[in-house]
């Protein structure tokens, strides 16, 4: 095994939140790309991540079946009925390891992608089928077999941790850092994604994601009309992806959950190629690249999606802002968004005058700064954006301040992640304010502004400059006696710190230095 070990493997993939997991399982796939081309190598890796968990999940089923004693661990319905891809005995994962080692093992691998898409409809043309070309050296293709051999990625217990979506989207992620294109793109957080579909509760009605990734919003939106007892045929699916392999991930990630959707005919930019120009959508949901600079807005000018106003040619935030925005039922749509924070505050080619306008618009309904480190591949700082069209009664002419950025835990030395009990005081807040339903200013944390204060700050919208610091708890000592207290231990201080001085110098001198 290259460069980590099959307990390892097993120890780490057993994990919930440890990235280095998924760095470490990088780390032995990048060694056995060789020269191959990154932009090559990643649809080797990441077609065979998916086969892997489609085995996985049918393979789960066919030892619950195979246990039960019926004699219907081949029938076909029995893994359709609780939305487990069929695949056939030729193109299971043990299968394909007992080729690994065999100069055959491309054909081998293009023949059971052949073989799942045909048993599978909504998988036609997604999978990658071009493993027995002369060019892929197939003795790495052998040891990337056997290193995905020993993770489960489709497992109920993997399901559950979100395994796939979280080593598919690092892969991504470092792959694009390998072809020099990270371009702002960053994995969302689940502990994020399940924050903004607390808030915005998308619970029947059309779902719109501009930049839909892997579908990781969809996903948790369907989970949380079935945690509500709801039904997700009464949500429906609209999405947008411009990476073409990302845009097949995000088909295979919603076949996965039998969620229909509609990603557009093909991968396209949502600037440039719009595949929902009349989409009016009651929610929105999204987490768009970072601070784009090469987005192509000279070109765009005279947009109708800019009814705030122009966004500047150096960086796309208010270009994704208003494009969401144009795509809301005026209905009373609601949206959700991640942004860098720089987008709060930011006065420069423009973007100062746009957020006043989207203020003085009253479509901006909540702001909240978010802890540092929920991203593990950056360390920007971010919010999240809820902006409404027709506000209702209690919202109408405020913004709600939240201000996150003291919850969460760290998970290690580099993650924070919010807990659930963070998550719905977030979510709760901004609800009770919304509905009118017992909400207070807390100081220090959250704080309502009519659009008069917000200008007066000169339509900054940051969350601290409103909701204050947080109060302290008295410690019952007299101020007086405190500051005696506090003065005498300073003292204190100072004087140790000249006999150290002193000390010092005296030692350095003997050996002849003088300070």
Same mark, same amino acid.
């Given at each position: 095994?290259?460069?980590?070990?099959?307990?390892?493997?097993?120890?780490? $993939? $057993?994990?919930?939140?440890?990235?280095?997991?998924?760095?470490?399982?990088?780390? +032995?796939?990048?060694?056995?790309?060789?020269?191959?081309?990154?932009?090559?190598?990643?649809?080797?890796?990441?077609?065979?991540?998916?086969?892997?968990? *489609?085995?996985?999940?049918?393979?789960?089923?066919?030892? %619950?079946?195979?246990?039960?004693?019926?004699?219907?661990?081949? =029938?076909?319905?029995? !893994?359709?009925?609780?939305?487990?891809? !069929?695949?056939?005995? =030729?193109?299971?994962?043990?299968?394909?390891?007992?080729?690994?080692?065999?100069?055959?093992?491309?054909?081998?691998?293009?023949?059971?992608?052949? $073989?799942?898409?045909?048993?599978?409809?909504?998988?036609?043309?997604?999978?990658? &089928? @071009?493993?027995?070309?002369?060019?892929?050296?197939?003795?790495?293709?052998?040891?990337? *077999?056997?290193?995905?051999?020993?993770?489960?990625?489709?497992?109920?217990?993997?399901?559950?941790?979100?395994?796939?979506?979280?080593?598919?989207?690092?892969?991504?992620?470092?792959?694009?850092?390998?072809?020099?294109?990270?371009?702002?793109?960053?994995?969302?957080?689940?502990?994020?994604?399940?924050?903004?579909?607390?808030?915005?509760?998308?619970?029947?009605?059309?779902?719109?994601?501009?930049?839909?990734?892997?579908?990781?919003?969809?996903?948790?939106?369907?989970?949380?009309?079935?945690?509500?007892?709801?039904?997700?045929?009464?949500?429906?699916?609209?999405?947008?992806?411009?990476?073409?392999?990302?845009?097949?991930?995000?088909?295979?990630?919603? +076949?996965?959950?039998?969620?229909?959707?509609?990603?557009? &005919?093909?991968?396209?930019?949502?600037?440039?190629?719009? %595949?929902?120009?009349?989409?009016?959508?009651?929610?929105?949901?999204?987490?768009?690249?970072?601070?784009?600079?090469?987005?192509?807005?000279?070109?765009?000018?005279?947009?109708?999606?800019?009814?705030?106003?122009?966004?500047?040619?150096?960086?796309?935030?208010?270009?994704?802002?208003?494009?969401?925005?144009?795509?809301?039922?005026?209905?009373?749509?609601?949206?959700?968004?991640?942004?860098?924070?720089?987008?709060?505050?930011? @006065?420069?080619?423009?973007?100062?005058?746009?957020?006043?306008?989207?203020?003085?618009?009253?479509?901006?309904?909540?702001?909240?700064?978010?802890?540092?480190?929920?991203?593990?591949?950056?360390?920007?700082?971010?919010?999240?954006?809820?902006?409404?069209?027709?506000?209702?009664?209690?919202?109408?002419?405020?913004?709600?301040?939240?201000?996150?950025?003291?919850?969460?835990?760290?998970? =290690?030395?580099?993650?924070?992640?919010?807990?659930?009990?963070?998550?719905?005081?977030?979510?709760?807040?901004?609800?009770?304010?919304?509905?009118?339903?017992? !909400?207070?200013?807390?100081?220090?944390?959250?704080?309502?502004?009519?659009?008069?204060?917000?200008?007066?700050? =000169?339509?900054?919208?940051?969350?601290?400059? !409103?909701?204050?610091?947080?109060?302290?708890?008295?410690?019952?000592?007299?101020?007086?006696?405190?500051?005696?207290?506090?003065?005498?231990?300073?003292?204190?201080?100072? +004087?140790?710190?000249?006999?150290?001085?002193?000390?010092?110098?005296?030692?350095?001198?003997?050996?002849?230095?003088?300070?």
């Amino acid at each position: 095994m290259v460069g980590i070990s099959l307990r390892e493997l097993r120890i780490m $993939a $057993a994990g919930t939140t440890n990235i280095g997991f998924e760095e470490k399982l990088w780390q +032995a796939a990048d060694k056995l790309r060789s020269n191959m081309d990154a932009a090559e190598y990643k649809h080797v890796v990441l077609g065979l991540i998916f086969l892997k968990y *489609v085995s996985d999940s049918f393979e789960e089923k066919y030892q %619950q079946l195979l246990v039960e004693g019926y004699g219907d661990e081949e =029938d076909r319905d029995e !893994y359709l009925a609780e939305n487990i891809f !069929y695949v056939p005995k =030729d193109a299971r994962w043990s299968e394909i390891k007992n080729h690994a080692t065999s100069t055959d093992i491309g054909s081998v691998i293009d023949h059971a992608m052949d $073989a799942i898409e045909k048993e599978n409809d909504i998988l036609k043309g997604v999978l990658t &089928k @071009n493993y027995s070309r002369q060019e892929l050296d197939k003795t790495r293709l052998g040891e990337l *077999v056997t290193l995905f051999t020993n993770i489960e990625v489709g497992s109920t217990a993997a399901q559950e941790r979100d395994v796939l979506g979280r080593v598919y989207e690092y892969f991504l992620s470092k792959f694009a850092s390998a072809e020099g294109k990270l371009g702002g793109e960053f994995y969302t957080p689940s502990c994020i994604v399940r924050t903004l579909v607390s808030m915005i509760e998308p619970f029947e009605g059309q779902i719109f994601d501009p930049a839909c990734g892997s579908g990781g919003m969809f996903c948790q939106s369907a989970r949380f009309v079935k945690e509500h007892q709801g039904n997700v045929r009464d949500i429906s699916i609209f999405g947008q992806e411009s990476n073409p392999t990302t845009w097949k991930l995000a088909k295979m990630n919603l +076949a996965i959950r039998q969620l229909e959707a509609n990603l557009g &005919k093909h991968n396209a930019d949502s600037f440039h190629d719009d %595949q929902h120009k009349t989409l009016k959508a009651n929610y929105i949901l999204g987490n768009p690249p970072f601070n784009i600079s090469d987005w192509g807005g000279e070109r765009l000018q005279e947009d109708p999606r800019w009814k705030y106003g122009i966004p500047p040619v150096g960086n796309a935030n208010f270009a994704w802002l208003q494009h969401m925005l144009y795509h809301l039922n005026p209905a009373g749509g609601v949206c959700g968004t991640v942004l860098a924070n720089g987008s709060l505050s930011s @006065n420069t080619s423009n973007e100062g005058n746009i957020r006043a306008n989207m203020v003085k618009g009253d479509v901006v309904e909540c702001i909240v700064a978010m802890p540092s480190q929920l991203f593990y591949s950056t360390g920007i700082p971010v919010s999240l954006w809820i902006m409404r069209k027709g506000k209702g009664e209690h919202s109408r002419g405020k913004i709600l301040f939240i201000d996150a950025r003291k919850l969460g835990y760290m998970v =290690d030395r580099k993650v924070r992640e919010l807990s659930e009990e963070d998550i719905q005081k977030i979510a709760v807040t901004y609800q009770n304010w919304w509905k009118g339903t017992g !909400y207070e200013d807390v100081q220090g944390f959250c704080k309502e502004a009519t659009i008069e204060e917000i200008e007066a700050q =000169d339509f900054i919208l940051t969350p601290g400059r !409103y909701v204050g610091i947080e109060e302290q708890e008295d410690d019952g000592e007299p101020f007086e006696e405190k500051m005696q207290r506090l003065t005498s231990e300073l003292s204190g201080l100072f +004087a140790e710190s000249i006999e150290l001085q002193n000390e010092i110098r005296e030692k350095l001198g003997a050996i002849g230095y003088e300070l």
